[in-house]
């Protein structure tokens, strides 16, 4: 017998407005489907009795989190499933796609795919999928990888990763991975790239070393010269090349720090490139000003940047420049994070905000600053776009008939 819960909202979000507007929602208890959705509040025969929402509530679709490092297996002390996927519940996100490192071993074989798979085993309480690796060497296992159930494409660091396992990859690397993968694309199959977009150069390199000399490490702008945006804007021409070269092949930006690269990602989506890029709460929710000494929690790579990239960053989401928003969610224990030294330079870089990203960027919105932003593409960035991304919007992202409820 088919049990279907009846929810009726003054303040829901819907595919169809980014304002909150009263809903009829059903929802099928045994499919956990959306069975039907009715716009205003309906109490008649053709729906039933429903269950008021709290008129102060805004119902909103499943949150999606399309990067997080779980570390699970092999790194467990820094984070496992079980802990993951609870805290990811407790702030509204029911569906997260973990990043190929930092387990031992990376899912960057069919091997190492399985061994991820068997440590969730009894472990999740919430959905959740894969981003495979591409890394140098690898190119022969990620046809097979992409086939199988839960992955949706691949991770490259153009960086150091900060682990041994999981290496970066040069421009020549990127190619064989975009040459082996491009018959695949014209199969119809999307191949979906991920790219930590930081490039050393010798120049840069020399610079920053220069820049550093004498300065404590303990002071959030030291670290700050140690990824100069020179980094993110070398890597990202660097891929908007070689896109030339392979068209098909869908490249996502992970981490977007700074703005001074939106001109051109413009201008290469302008030229039909398909190029989608992300950035992520902590940079738009803190500044490097605000960060105070010794404080390593705030470390992350690319690094937070001034107040004034901030407001540039919240208008390129505003106008649609930047296509989600996600958590980097990356812990790590305190040993390893140096929380005892303080030393930015030493420490793991890797902010823990799983289920809080969403509630912090609402609460800075609501306290105004000159922030005007409907909490329907708030809505739109955190859940729609990150399943369009995974390609599974066809079951998560909106409150819509047919979709998963949570």
Known sequence: MKIVNKFAAEKAILPTSYEPQPATIQVDDQSGKIFDVFGGIRNDKEVGDVVKVDEKDIILPGLVDSHVHINDPGREEWEGFDTATQA?????????IDMPLNSIPPTTTIEGLDAKKDATVGRIHSDIGFWAGSVPGNEEHLEALLEQEGVFGFKSFMIDSGVDEF????????????????????????????????????????????????????????????????????????LIEIMKEYPDIHVHI?????????????????????????????????????????????????????????QLLWKAIKDGD?????????PADAETKKIDKGD????????????LGFQALYTKIQKGGGLDFPIGQLVELTSRNPAILAGFDDRKGSIKKGLDAG
């Not at 990811?88 to 997260?96: C, P």
């Not at 420490?347 to 905000?353: C, D, K, T, V, Y």
């Open 88 to 96: 990811a519940l407790s702030g509204g996100v029911t569906a997260l």
């Open 167 to 238: 290496s970066s990859v040069s421009p020549e690397d990127i190619k064989m991975a975009f040459k082996e993968l491009t018959d695949v694309a014209k199969r119809g199959k999307n191949v979906t790239m991920l790219f930590h977009a930081e490039k050393e150069t010798k120049k840069i390199d020399e610079k920053i070393e220069k820049n550093i000399e004498g300065k404590s490490t303990q002071e959030y702008s030291t670290y700050l010269l140690t990824h100069p945006e020179e980094y993110e804007l070398e890597a990202i021409s660097t």
């Open 254 to 310: 992970v981490h977007l720090s700074t703005a001074k690269a939106l001109p051109m990602i413009r201008q290469a989506r302008a030229d039909g490139m398909k190029l989608t890029v992300e950035t992520c709460f902590h940079y738009l929710y803190f500044n490097s000003e605000e960060i105070p000494s010794a404080r390593v929690e705030y470390k992350a790579a690319p690094p937070v940047r001034d107040s004034a990239n901030n």
């Open 322 to 330: 930047i296509d989600l928003i996600t958590s980097d969610h990356s």
């Open 344 to 355: 930015f330079l030493d420490g793991w870089g890797g902010i823990a905000s799983l289920g």
